[in-house]
């Protein structure tokens, strides 16, 4: 329309020119990933020993044997390398050695291929040493890890491997958010918004309306418990969630002594400083109560009316009637805690635990004014989507963070704040921050994967779809129940 009212109408030539505008001014959400390299070499996987003896004895064979063929007696037949040093199988490569046995197999008079003890003393029992690997990769390079030798692990065990995702490959040629044939959203809101609308005679709105932001993926950088956070580590989680456009849970201490106030970070406070919730500048949208204290609840509220205010739950005895108090009190991003192997202070995991949560909500009818957030427990890619499976909105990180950046893990690493932590010695913020937003765009790159699969669009969807799912112990038993001796899952 112009000026006067009139339809303005345009040629095809100015029509086309508009538009290619437009599509033009749009770009689609994207985490730059960068191959960054390792600072510090994980153990190798495998010891290789070579009988020197044994290997000099089957050259002088082959010498005799292939006279004139040298190609064939110079040859180094390992695929990866292994033996294709200057002085070959004299000195083994153990570095490249990916445990095919090939060489073991035609050679076992002389060649010997073993785990390696240091390789596998890295982490614990939940982030194992595979899971370390695995993150590492994932942070060198900010890609999907594909290694193109197949799925070498068990189906079904305890944790999230007792969950597998349902898909469909009919849908996913349509749907492959990964190659841009079709956009497929990790959106997530953080926040609440009312069960309905009410106006008055005048159709304005006369209750609260909806009161969210939005971040691009559905995970956020948390602080871990303790003195584990330092200033480095925390101007690390910042700068990757601002490049990522997440948030980073910070101890309000270290955000107010380092001005470290940002859109992006979110200072978690203890209780007795909640009306300090609002001294936070540089557009800070959302700080943490690090418990639930009703009285400190409303202090923060008062102190902006405009912040988000979250509030850390430990799962520990009592949770359920927490819960009920803060939905009831109106709190709108309500953050789980578990310790690092997933479980309650009874050994309860968290699977099990979000669900309920999610399900005594959707009971109440008053899912949707709460956003869960759960950190804890969540140690790979494939852990992202079933958690929101299970009733999460998103997410929060902290053990991947620190093996993205190559620390060594000691002590109690089950629990939050019992273990100590060590960083490689050439650990600059710039190289740190790449290796998060790595990790971030290979995570995010395999959560599309999987949405993609299940003809899912945006990520919101799959939040309590529970019927994506299926778990081990309910297909074992509905398949060997009837068979005499059959024990289920739980005994």
Not at 137 to 150: S, W
Request: proline share 5%.
């Amino acid at each position: 329309m112009g000026n006067d009212g009139n339809q303005v109408t345009l040629t095809k030539e100015e029509f086309a020119r508009q538009s290619r505008i437009l599509a033009d001014s749009y770009h689609r959400y994207h985490i730059d990933a960068m191959e960054t390299p390792d600072r510090q070499a994980l153990p190798n996987n495998f010891i290789v020993k070579v009988g020197k003896i044994g290997l000099a004895k089957m050259i002088t064979s082959e010498i005799f044997h292939y006279w004139g063929k040298w190609d064939v007696v110079f040859s180094r037949p390992c695929t990866y390398g292994v033996f294709s040093g200057p002085i070959g199988g004299f000195s083994p490569r153990p570095e490249m050695c990916v445990g095919c046995l090939r060489c073991t197999v035609q050679h076992p008079e002389f060649v010997t291929v073993l785990p390696n003890p240091a390789r596998a003393a890295l982490g614990d029992s939940y982030l194992s040493s595979k899971l370390i690997s695995t993150i590492d990769d994932e942070a060198r390079k900010g890609t999907v890890p594909v290694r193109g030798q197949g799925y070498r692990g068990r189906f079904g065990g305890p944790g999230w491997d007792g969950m597998f995702t349902d898909m469909s490959e009919i849908v996913r040629p349509s749907r492959d958010g990964i190659h841009g044939r079709e956009l497929i959203s990790t959106v997530v809101d953080i926040g609440s918004k009312p069960m309905s609308l009410k106006f008055d005679s005048n159709g304005e709105l006369v209750n609260e309306g909806p009161k969210m932001m939005s971040i691009q993926v559905p995970f956020v950088f948390d602080s871990p418990d303790g003195n584990i956070m330092t200033k480095k580590l925390a101007t690390i989680w910042k700068t990757a969630a601002e490049q990522i456009d997440t948030l980073a849970m910070l101890p309000a201490e270290l955000v107010t002594t380092n001005s470290l106030a940002s859109r992006a970070v979110v200072p978690i406070l203890s209780t007795n400083d909640a009306a300090n919730a609002g001294s936070f500048g540089n557009g800070t949208r959302m700080v943490e109560l690090d418990s639930w204290d009703n009285a400190a609840f409303e202090t923060a509220k008062a102190s902006n009316h405009d912040l988000q205010i979250g509030i850390r739950l430990p799962f520990e005895s009592g949770w359920q009637s927490k819960l009920t108090e803060m939905v009831q009190a109106g709190v709108p991003v309500i953050h789980f805690v578990a310790n690092n192997h997933g479980e309650d202070n009874e050994g309860n995991f968290i699977m099990d635990l979000l669900m309920e949560a999610h399900n005594m909500l959707l009971e109440s009818g008053t899912r949707d004014k709460v956003t869960f957030l759960n950190s804890g427990g969540i140690v790979a890619a494939d852990h992202l989507p079933k958690s929101i499976i299970c009733g999460l909105d998103a997410v929060g990180l902290d053990l991947p963070l620190f093996i993205a950046m190559q620390a060594r893990l000691s002590g109690d690493t089950a629990s939050r704040s019992g273990y100590k932590l060590k960083l490689p010695r050439k650990c600059d913020d710039k190289w740190a921050t790449q290796r998060i937003v790595n990790l971030s765009a290979s995570w995010r790159d395999q959560l599309l994967e999987i949405l993609g699969a299940m003809g899912v669009r945006e990520v919101r969807r799959l939040r309590g779809e529970m019927g994506r799912a299926m778990w081990c112990a309910h297909l074992e038993a509905e398949a060997f129940s009837e068979i005499e001796g059959f024990l289920g899952g739980d005994e």
